[in-house]
Nanobody, 123 residues
Framework: QVQLAESGGGLVQAGGSLRLSCAASGFTFSRYAMGWFRQAPGKEREFVAGISWSGISKYYADSMKGRFTISRENAKNTVYLQMNSLNPEDTAVYYC????????????????WGQGTQVTVSS
């Protein structure tokens, strides 16, 4: 079955960096787009970044542009999210997701989700 396992979250000071990983299994990873989403306490889940199956096309939410970088290694069935210049507003549970052929920002179009990894940014 499809499994997505996020890791790399933790506590970081404002201005710091974290690199999240999502290890995938149970499907042909190289054929699917991947997305990162996040959900802060009391807020709806929101799109963070997405990457095409080839890794050539990348999309970011406006507030993440220039700070976050999504990448993937198809040989390792892993997608990454490098997060720099973190601020307290980035505190959330971060999820990776898949199930689409192309990159989409609508979470309803993703079929499979990981359990999430907590990112906490202190001021």
């Amino acid at each position: 079955q499809v499994q997505l396992a996020e890791s790399g979250g933790g506590l970081v000071q404002a201005g710091g960096s974290l690199r999240l990983s999502c290890a995938a299994s149970g499907f042909t990873f190289s054929r699917y787009a991947m997305g990162w989403f996040r959900q802060a306490p009391g807020k709806e889940r929101e799109f963070v970044a997405g990457i095409s199956w080839s890794g050539i096309s990348k999309y970011y939410a406006d507030s993440m542009k220039g700070r976050f970088t999504i990448s993937r290694e198809n040989a390792k069935n892993t997608v990454y999210l490098q997060m720099n210049s973190l601020n307290p507003e980035d505190t959330a549970v971060y999820y990776c997701a898949t199930g689409t052929q192309g990159v989409v920002t609508d979470e309803r179009l993703y079929d499979y989700w990981g359990q999430g990894t907590q990112v906490t940014v202190s001021s």
